[in-house]
């Protein structure tokens, strides 16, 4: 069993984060010794759980019903399961969109690099895709499509 300060300290959340998962019904069955909140870890898991899905930009409210799903047994694998599926398409989104963000920013470093040694952009300027290295030429076509 934890403190609420040492589940704070294990996850780097606030107590106040946790005082408000606890006040939304995240912790149903969460033990309380002299009015203490005592974490087990069927709540580690469930703290795990909810910074995930906080992480993959989902909302406290749709975690919760996901958190009453838990609540009602087998009879609600499904909608469980296509939660983490919608989840999982769009953090899988925002990757190929970060790694295009990234391509551009290592086509730029490399841009930059060969100016700053060239002395001019004049070269790079008029330098088509096909001139590039390999792995730059990767990044700039990601970046530009």
Known sequence: ????????????????????????GLFPDIKRVSGI?????????????IECLKKSGMEIKDIKQFM?????????????????????????????????????????????EEAIREGSEARLQSMQPEDMPERIRQAYENAHR
Do not use: H
Not at 77 to 82: A, D, F, N
Not at 84 to 107: C, T
């Open 68 to 112: 009453e799903w838990c609540a009602q047994g087998p009879q609600t694998y499904v909608q469980r399961r296509e939660l983490f599926l919608k989840q999982k398409a769009s953090v899988e989104a925002e990757i190929e969109r970060m790694n295009r963000v990234l391509d551009m920013l290592s086509y730029k470093c490399w841009y930059y």
């Open 1 to 24: 069993m934890y403190t609420i300060g040492q589940v704070s300290q294990m996850f780097g959340l606030p107590v106040s984060t946790l005082r408000y998962y606890d006040k939304e």
């Open 37 to 49: 909140r005592r974490f087990d870890e069927k709540e580690i898991e469930a703290i795990r759980i």
